[in-house]
């Protein structure tokens, strides 16, 4: 029932977590800033970023205000769907440059797999609803089909990358489900033992080739290893304050290559420094921390393993973008959140925290 006395009645009372919001809202115009310097200050490059991230804003603001419950009853289906259209980029999907990704509808051009970033963990968390939990071995197994179909399907395209995000993100759920330790090692040590064979069969050339370049860069300097190797220069070369905005030399001068995208992290270390870095990983981890503490606060089993493990797909995108360009990890292509520049990932992002703060803010407005 409304009181009429309610100070609130008649405005429009928008569902969003201002704590978060702020720390998106942070992130998205510092990587505008850099993005402007490592782009060589092409205004038509920031101005397409802009417009990808006001669309990005706009998906959020329209999930935010959409109740959880339809994210559970649209899970299966948006999961079904994500399938049949992994299917179709295998039939009749776009080559270029050695892998088929893409589907071209005539009007627009798009990545599939993308979609099964979100759909993995909306399904599992559909799935282990309304079961008890910790999980049983069966329905394990179960969840774990559930991610191993997407997976396989988006390794064959090939994506390493996608591939990673999505196992990655179906694992988490497994494991914010309930899985244990005990099997959590077993699983660990499988995939282990598994490692010859995945290398001789499962991966292609360029692929090891990134593998034996993470482990010695400088065996190939001018080749293979020329991205990581001026990735760290940019890096070490921006010392404890870094050069100054727009007087970064390794990406103005066209040493430090997919600068604006990939590599963004080294074009920003180079300007902005040691404690720039470090600043923007704190700003990540205000993110991700907000994220956690909205999944710990939700109401449900299916909102809580929705609402952490799209906080930990934000973690995994950081983590190995940040690990990847300072020579940590190998290269495998997963841009820097809210930063490198393109669309497809971010709008994907930002439908996920659309999410959390839906989740978040209507059960605070039931709680209150």
Not at 161 to 167: D, I, N, P, S
Not at 294 to 319: E, H, K, N, Q
Request: with cysteine; charged share 10%.
């Amino acid at each position: 029932m409304i009181d009429p006395n309610d100070p609130e009645r008649g405005r429009l009372r928008l569902h969003l977590d201002p704590l978060l919001l702020l720390g998106l809202l942070a992130a998205s115009g510092i990587g505008l800033i850099v993005l402007y310097s490592a782009g060589q200050q092409s205004s038509q490059l920031l101005l397409a970023q802009g417009i990808r991230l006001g669309l990005g804003f706009v998906i959020l603001l329209a999930l935010a205000q959409t109740p959880p419950r339809y994210f559970r009853i649209w899970s299966p289906w948006i999961y079904l769907a994500g399938i049949l259209l992994l299917l179709a980029v295998l039939v009749a999907g776009d080559i270029s440059k050695g892998a088929r990704r893409w589907l071209d509808l005539g009007v627009m051009r798009f990545q599939p797999s993308e979609i099964m970033k979100l759909a993995v963990p909306m399904m599992i968390a559909w799935f282990f609803a309304n079961r008890p939990l910790p999980p049983k071995l069966w329905h394990l197994l179960s969840g774990a089909a559930i991610t191993a179909v997407p997976f396989a399907l988006i390794v064959v395209q090939p994506d390493l990358g996608t591939a990673l995000v999505v196992g990655c993100a179906g694992a988490f759920a497994l494991f914010l489900a309930g899985l244990s330790w005990t099997i959590l090692l077993g699983l660990a040590g499988l995939l282990g033992a598994a490692i010859p064979l995945f290398w001789t069969f499962g991966m292609r050339d360029y692929q090891r080739q990134r593998v034996l370049t993470f482990l010695d860069p400088e065996s190939d300097p001018l080749g293979a290893g020329y991205h990581i190797i001026q990735s760290k220069i940019a890096i070490g070369s921006g010392g404890i304050y870094g050069k100054g905005w727009l007087n970064g030399t390794q990406s103005h001068l066209d040493f430090l290559p997919e600068g604006s995208t990939d590599f963004i992290f080294a074009a920003f270390a180079e300007e902005f420094g040691l404690i720039g870095g470090c600043l923007l990983l704190v700003l990540y981890f205000f993110i991700i921390a907000r994220g956690l503490y909205i999944a710990v606060c939700a109401p449900d089993t299916y909102s809580r393993l929705l609402a952490g493990t799209v906080t930990l797909i934000f973690f995994i995108y950081a983590f190995v973008n940040a690990g990847m360009v300072s020579g940590l990890l190998p290269v495998v292509g997963l841009p820097l959140p809210l930063f490198s520049y393109g669309g497809t990932s971010m709008v994907t992002i930002m439908a996920g925290f659309g999410m959390l703060m839906s989740i978040h803010s209507h059960h605070a407005r039931r709680r209150s």
